[in-house]
DNA sequence: TCACACGATGTGAGCGCTAACAAAGATTGT
DNA sequence: ACAATCTTTGTTAGCGCTCACATCGTGTGA
């Protein structure tokens, strides 16, 4: 493929400056585009470079900063919508900025196996860390483990959450920083909306226990309904799988034959409702309206179409990676910086799936 | 949070030895559990490093050995299932032999992309690069931009290709190491299954062009509808989205309203099609059976729920570092070792989508 | 004309580790 | 008892780069 036995070993910045006849410190002025070299010798390493194929050692270079340019990822092995977006937001954002991703997932989101993807890791030296969509225990075990190493937790955070959050919420970390998206406000606006519509209260098919992100939204939910002086039913919880939503609109049917209204914990759970709906019988949105959350790609195309709550992952990403840089780079230049408020806004989109109470 | 500033400076090497007493070089053995340390020795030298909290530096030891000890996985700004899955089981395949992973997304799988994310694995001296999903352009451009770098594909490759692949074969790259899942196979077996029930021909909503996984199965079912004797009907191309699958139902429903049995390129794209079909007033199976491919966690709960090709990623993604270790460490004892064919099987789930043929 | 500044370049040290060899001490055989 | 051997430990030299500083030249102002 390549003219090029992979034997022969790499020319190192000795080799070109030889080549160029130069020191080996000038041809790093100009890898590095310092300022202070000449043109034509400036032009004469690019050309020695160039020839030799030269590409500078991402290791040494490290070794002598004494910096990685590494940034490490902790997610779960899930291959849910959300958390692989921010994902490979955060990858865009880390690239755009000269950083790389080192990625550790843990198989499960325990803290056993959060504390082992860390030591991956760090093992790596990545000089901060990014855990996506956690739970309880795993943000805990962390923050125990990191020893210093700055770390900003993504996805799993309600309003108000920039910096060290506020006490006195029991949420993340106190003092962990985080960016992350409004879960408790989606939740409400998706509840809201379902009353709104007429529907004298809402069943809430709920995340799995411990997820923080679960967690906010059921309680947004409740909130909601107090707030509007509402009967709060027994919310079932399901563990994000279209089959746990299956199972678990069941159960909520057979407790109570009469709902009309149904918040999912998020898009697969909402499928899986949908299709218990169906079976038992019930039209969706003319008996039944349903509401999701994440607004997974496919959503629009579920029967009917899935009115649900829109997170923008990209933009957690992005700040999550903004945020830590400001915490490993201070000061260095406004690269990506976030805007003020390090928690984003969330959509309703009502697409078919909701309707009028049929109880009025 | 942890009651360590963390401006001291992490201790190093030498720090454990002179707290223990010992050479820096015999701290090292400890660490890398060389047998020629006496046992008082080692325990002193392991309280040591327990009370100073050492780590040992992970791109120091890369420089003095040469080897990283990462892979490179480049994949594309996709949240599908099969790369995604793919990637999580690189991870961890990767992990249990103690390499680490960076990862580097491309926006789009366009050449340009590829070489940009390929430039950033550079960067950070990986080892060895695994390739996810490819198109036929960034395989292109990858193996020349490679420069003698280990790499593999994954996810691309019909049946037979372990190692250098045959050429006469028009796919992957001649002579580029692959590793893959059955897409021919796959595609064969869901035209089959239909043609089995009955119907006359098979339609199909293929992948888009230039994707090796979309072309072979495209392949894979022409191949088979060829043998039967069948009549092949032109296919309609989406882009892996259910809204392509919906769109291109529609159009196949307007060239030939007779259809009877329709093979997806993907679930997504099958989930979109059934829309379709819904809204045409087509029932499935009843009038119309519906194949898809992937098995996402999610086709059990379409309505109806989807027969679909099952791909068995998570053994992919582990043959692929089985093979990559092979070249980056060759003869290094029995890591994961895949077995003899680096093709993996796929397999056919039989599930509601599909009837016999209303035609008979 | 000389002092001073400044731009361009080179020199040396060292980042934290491993590899290779050297130097002790313990053990063995004869 | 002495050489031969093995085990345990220490010493030295890099890995390929950046940083801090030294050096050289050229231009400027008095």
């Known amino acids: 493929m390549v003219p090029m036995r992979s034997s022969d070993p790499a020319p190192v910045m000795t080799d070109v400056a030889r080549l160029a006849g130069v020191s080996h410190q000038t ?29 500078r050692n991402g290791v040494a270079r490290a070794l002598a900063m004494r910096r990685s340019g590494t940034l490490g990822v902790i997610t779960f092995d899930t291959v849910r919508y959300g958390p692989v977006s921010t994902l490979y937001s955060i ?6 900025v000269g950083l790389g991703v080192s990625i550790a997932v843990a198989e499960q989101a325990t803290s056993d196996e ?49 910096g060290p959050i506020a006490a006195g919420d029991e949420q993340a970390r106190p003092g962990q920083p985080a960016v992350g998206i409004d879960q408790r406000g989606g939740a409400a606006a998706a509840t809201r909306h379902l009353l709104d519509l007429g529907h004298r209260t809402v069943h809430h098919l709920a995340g799995p226990r411990g997820w923080l992100d679960a967690e906010w939204r059921t309680e947004g939910w409740r909130a909601t309904l107090e707030e509007a002086g509402r009967r ?13 939503g299956y199972a678990a609109m069941r ?12 918040f999912a914990a998020n ?47 990209t933009e957690a990403g992005r700040r999550a990676v903004g945020m830590l840089l400001d915490m490993i780079r201070p000061g260095d230049g406004p690269a990506i ?23 009025r």
Chains 1, 2 share one sequence.
């Open 267 to 313: 898009d697969p759970m909402a499928l899986g409702a949908l299709r218990a709906l169906d079976e038992a019988g019930r039209r969706v949105p003319e008996d039944v309206s349903m509401v999701g959350f994440d607004d997974v790609p496919e959503a629009e195309f579920f029967r009917p179409p899935l009115t649900t709550v829109r997170q923008h992952f």
């Open 114 to 162: 959060v504390v082992r993807a860390l030591a991956r890791l760090q093992d790596q030296s990545v000089e901060g860390i990014v855990a996506i969509a956690p739970r309880h225990d795993a943000v805990e075990a962390l923050s125990t483990e990191l020893r210093g190493l700055p770390a900003v937790l993504v996805g799993g955070v309600h309003g108000g959450g920039s």
């Open 232 to 244: 709060v039913p027994e919310p079932v919880a399901g563990d994000w799988s279209a089959g746990s």
């Open 27 to 55: 041809v790093s002025r100009v890898v590095n585009g310092s300022p202070h070299v000449s043109e034509p010798t400036r032009a004469k390493v690019m050309a020695a470079m160039e020839q030799l194929g030269y590409r």
């Open 91 to 96: 990858e865009q954002a880390a690239g755009s």
């Open 251 to 262: 159960e909520l049917l057979a407790v109570d034959p009469d709902l009309s209204a149904v």
């Open 337 to 359: 910086r976030p805007g003020p408020p390090a928690v984003v806004p969330t959509e309703l989109v009502v697409r078919r799936s909701t309707g009028p109470s049929p109880h």
